[in-house]
Antibody, heavy 121, light 107 residues
Framework: QVQLKESGPGLVQPSETLSLTCTVSGFSLTRYGVNWVRQPPGKGLEWMGTIWNDGNTDYNSALKSRLSISRDTSKSQVFLKMNSLQTEDTAIYLC???????????????WGQGTLVTVSS | DIRMTQSPASLSASLGETVNIECLASEDIYSDLAWYQQKPGKSPQLLIYNANSLQNGVPSRFSGSGSGTQYSLKINSLQSEDVATYFCQQYNNYPPTFGGGTKLELK
């Protein structure tokens, strides 16, 4: 069955770099993409970026200068790196499968459980 | 980017009541609209896609409607397990964007 699981440090110092991993199972990263979405505590959902099944990436324009998404298909892992973290980057970070089929976009039917990242000294 | 405006931001209703949540897109999204339910400490769960199609396993008391820029989620006969935050999302135009959420509580 399809599963996604985020992992990474729970606490990051201001100005430092966040590194998260999304480990997937039940599907291939060469067939499906993966999105990163974040949610500040008690607030709404913000799409951060996508790594497509062909390895290309797209980023939220507000985060583009700080964000990088990559993958290791052999390990079924997708990586998020975001630098210059500030307190407002404190959020739950979630990965979700991208089901774009080359013609149509679809909603996110499969999500990880999310991982809370707190930016604080 | 398409802006999604959701209302109300919070809602209090009684068991058995019917609840409506609205979502307004800043431009026509051609029914490429999803609704998610998120319970505390959990990830969002897809309820409805294509504005009115029920995801597998979702109770039939949930329904969606709308077209163009205006969409709504209806919950008939509210149950205690429906207490959650609900989000709309458009996926017609990249990047995908979400509404601000509606927190549903029991009265």
């Amino acid at each position: 069955q399809v599963q996604l699981k985020e992992s990474g440090p729970g606490l990051v110092q201001p100005s430092e770099t966040l590194s998260l991993t999304c480990t997937v199972s039940g599907f291939s990263l060469t067939r499906y993409g993966v999105n990163w979405v974040r949610q500040p505590p008690g607030k709404g959902l913000e799409w951060m970026g996508t790594i497509w099944n062909d390895g290309n990436t797209d980023y939220n324009s507000a985060l583009k200068s700080r964000l990088s998404i990559s993958r290791d298909t052999s390990k079924s892992q997708v990586f998020l790196k975001m630098n210059s973290l500030q307190t407002e980057d404190t959020a739950i970070y979630l990965c979700a499968r991208e089901d774009y089929d080359g013609t149509y976009y679809y909603p996110f039917a499969y999500w990880g459980q999310g991982t809370l990242v707190t930016v604080s000294s | 980017d398409i802006r999604m405006t959701q209302s109300p931001a919070s809602l209090s209703a009684s068991l058995g009541e019917t609840v409506n949540i609205e979502c307004l897109a800043s431009e026509d999204i051609y029914s490429d609209l999803a609704w998610y339910q998120q319970k505390p400490g959990k990830s969002p769960q897809l309820l409805i896609y294509n504005a009115n199609s029920l995801q597998n396993g979702v109770p039939s008391r949930f329904s969606g409607s709308g077209s163009g820029t205006q969409y709504s989620l209806k919950i008939n006969s509210l149950q205690s397990e429906d207490v959650a935050t609900y989000f709309c999302q458009q996926y017609n135009n990249y990047p995908p964007t979400f509404g601000g959420g509606t927190k549903l509580e029991l009265k």
